[in-house]
Nanobody
Framework: QVQLVESGGGLVQAGGSLRLSCAAS????????MGWYRQAPGKQRELVAH???????NYADFVQGRFTVSGDNAKNTVYLQMNSLKPEDTAVYYC???????????????WGQGTLVTVSS
């Protein structure tokens, strides 16, 4: 099985910063992509940031330059640096990956358990 372990969530004041981490482990050949989604109570899950194995990135419009996604290939880890946080950013943040699985062979999508980010005003 492939597992994602997230960390870095917490309570911060508006304007503050947090760095989220997500490490992939288990049986797989390679990682095709990793990214971050978020879900607030009563709202649908939405994309925050995404990174491919080739290093290309994309961000949701609401990020507006405040967040940066990066990766460490040696550690199979992706990070989300969040600056200038707003109360509207309060949500559970989920790590997501698409890997090439060894057994069965093929693409596999995996979700982490989520980490809570709370931004106070």
């Amino acid at each position: 099985q492939v597992q994602l372990v997230e960390s870095g969530g917490g309570l911060v004041q508006a304007g503050g910063s947090l760095r989220l981490s997500c490490a992939a482990s288990g049986s797989f050949f390679s990682i095709k992509a990793m990214g971050w989604y978020r879900q607030a109570p009563g709202k649908q899950r939405e994309l925050v940031a995404h990174m491919t194995s080739g290093g290309s990135t994309n961000y949701a419009d609401f990020v507006q330059g405040r967040f940066t996604v990066s990766g460490d290939n040696a550690k199979n880890t992706v990070y989300l640096q969040m600056n200038s946080l707003k109360p509207e950013d309060t949500a559970v943040y989920y790590c997501n990956t698409i890997v090439i699985s060894s057994r069965p062979l093929g693409s596999l999508e995996v979700w982490g358990q989520g980490t809570l980010v709370t931004v106070s005003s």
